[in-house]
């Protein structure tokens, strides 16, 4: 068997009719239908798209895996398995997930689609057949497919260029393949005939049959995105998954998401003594939250398949209700996304022990949230104090949320950026930041 055969084995079937992903309450601490508007979604798809964390110590009352799961044995052991691919077989990839949405039965691609969907933190390096200065990550021609040497190396440059990323890059599995489902629409003009001078470059045979197209709207009706939309994908996932279709970024499903609410809100209340671990950026989060109106308790109907009830996703209301009611409740400022009050959120990803929001482009920008907002503080991660003046020192010091929140440099524009989200682009303060201040200080006698 040729290496072209092993990686365009198929069974040929029509793609699933799982299309159907249905747009859902918008996110209630953002105020926006999507935390994150992609290329594709912005452009009327009606597919739509949601933040990892260096591992800390575990919460207190948090699960050995960090996640409500029954079947423990079946989480990852190594978080950051590695993968080294070439950038053309993310394409084949989802072309093969659309000639058969349950996947691949062998060849190269079956290793990839497995280790992806079973772990999307899987850290992938994407090396291409290429000289000059760039011939240090060097893949070297063996993973050519025969259409010859030239119209492999235009083809993974061409893919890069569209993900506007360089060769020898290193992402996890999640951000590459969202940024590849916003960025390639259709590989007729990246692996087709389309304009070639000879038969040299005629391409690939499959480039024009729709199958790349079906296997990344299916994708994108399925894959975890931004937590906004994260409860009717999970929905989604949960109609689709009696089909047997492959979902390489699966989101949690509804079931563990109503187990974890409960379970999580339950281990927040009991460490209100010692400090209720929390990701210190979130803390704002909570006010934004609380100037939008957001109040407990949780919709009863929210985890049914087919709620249209709008509720954030974690506990940071009842966190926000606590501290009004207990002056003695505790905070404790934590590193990664603790189970108390990150537990029930769908951008929570319980391997990684880290936040994934927004295409898991918030295990950056989160990450350096958390360190702006200590730095304003003059506090450290670790420290624990009374829940009243924490918010006392928060409000005094921080009246908007642009220090902490924005982005200003870089390509917030940008939607292949990995420092992007719609808050970090916001050129000004949150408005239910501002009201959520306003009232909480009278709430908290501090106006
Ligand atoms: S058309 Fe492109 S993406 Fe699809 S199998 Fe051929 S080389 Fe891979
Ligand atoms: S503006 Fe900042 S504090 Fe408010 S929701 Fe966005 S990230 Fe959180
Ligand atoms: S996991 Fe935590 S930090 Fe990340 S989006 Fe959810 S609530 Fe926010």
């Avoid at 591992?55 to 699960?63: D, M, N, R, Y």
């Avoid at 949780?298 to 249209?308: E, G, I, N, V």
């Avoid at 503080?377 to 020192?393: A, H, I, P, V």
């Amino acid at each position: 068997m040729t290496r072209a055969e092993f990686l365009r084995l198929g069974a040929g079937l029509a793609a699933g009719s799982i299309l159907g992903a249905r747009l859902g309450p918008p996110c209630a601490v953002c105020a926006e239908t999507n935390c994150f508007m992609s290329l594709a979604e912005a452009e009327g798809q009606n597919q739509t798209g949601s933040a990892p964390r260096q591992a800390s110590e575990p919460s207190q009352q948090e699960p050995a895996v960090n996640q409500p799961e029954p079947g423990k044995a079946n989480q990852p052991a190594d978080p950051w398995p590695t993968m080294t691919l070439r950038p053309y077989q993310l394409l084949c990839v989802l072309c093969t997930l659309g000639e058969d949405p349950t996947g691949a039965k062998a060849g190269r691609l079956k290793p990839i689609i497995d280790q992806i969907s079973r772990n999307p933190n899987t850290a992938v390096t994407l090396r291409c057949n290429l000289r000059e200065v760039f011939g240090f990550q060097t893949s070297g021609p063996d993973e050519d497919t025969p259409e010859g040497s030239d119209f492999n190396k235009k083809r993974d440059l061409d893919v890069l260029y569209r993900l506007q990323m360089p060769p020898g890059v290193t992402l996890p599995a999640r951000i590459l393949v969202n940024h590849l489902l916003d960025a390639i629409r259709t590989v007729r003009d990246i692996c087709g005939a389309d304009g070639a001078g000879s038969e040299a470059w005629k391409g690939c045979p499959k480039a024009d049959k729709g199958y790349y197209e079906k296997g990344r709207a299916i994708q994108l009706s399925l894959c975890e995105r931004a937590c906004g939309m994260a409860y009717p994908r999970a929905c989604v996932k949960e109609k689709a998954s009696g089909k047997g279709t492959v979902v390489l970024i699966p989101p949690r499903s509804v079931e563990e998401l109503a187990r974890a609410k409960k379970e999580s809100l339950a281990a927040m209340y009991r460490a209100k003594k010692t400090g209720i671990p929390v990701k210190p950026h979130i803390l704002l989060c909570a006010v934004c939250q609380y100037g939008g109106g957001v109040r407990p308790p949780c919709p009863d109907d929210l985890y049914t398949l087919d709620s249209q009830a709008s509720y954030p996703c974690d506990n940071l209301p009842e966190l926000v209700e606590l501290v009004l009611k207990d002056p003695e409740a505790r905070i404790r400022l934590t590193e990664g996304t603790p189970w108390e009050v990150c537990g029930p959120c769908p951008g929570r990803d319980a391997a990684a022990g880290g936040c994934i929001h927004v295409l898991g482009h918030g295990g950056l920008t989160n990450q350096l949230r958390d360190l702006r907002l200590l730095r304003i503080l003059g506090l450290r991660f670790g420290d624990t104090l009374n829940g009243r003046e924490l918010y006392r020192l928060i409000f005094q010091r921080i009246p908007s949320t642009l220090a902490v929140c924005r982005f200003p440099l870089g390509a917030q524009e940008d939607a292949l950026s990995v420092w992007t989200d719609s808050c970090g682009r916001s050129e000004v303060n949150n408005p239910n930041y501002e009201k959520g201040r306003k009232e909480l200080m009278q709430k908290l006698g501090m106006a």
